[in-house]
């Protein structure tokens, strides 16, 4: 089921619903009480197992040897 974001036209507002049924979208915004929400742009997160699920992994490249501790922080690897 999916999470949507709502925005509304008049205060701002930002507000998140579980949407199961037409039923689930909100008609007013809880903030300020004006009709008019619109869904809104999210952003969304992606863990990877392979790096553990705190960075994305990725292979090291040139650009790895550059990191100042050493090692890639995203390389997936563990010091």
Do not use: Q, W
């Amino acid at each position: 089921m999916p999470i949507y974001e709502y925005e509304c036209g008049k205060c701002g507002a930002r507000i998140e619903r579980l949407i199961r049924n037409a039923g689930d979208i909100p008609k007013k915004c809880p903030t300020c009480g004006a009709a008019g929400l619109r869904k809104a742009l999210s952003t969304f997160s992606v863990a990877n197992a392979s790096s553990g699920g705190d960075l994305p992994a990725h292979e090291p490249s040139s650009a790895c040897a550059s990191c100042p501790s050493g090692s890639c922080p995203y390389s997936g690897a563990m010091d």
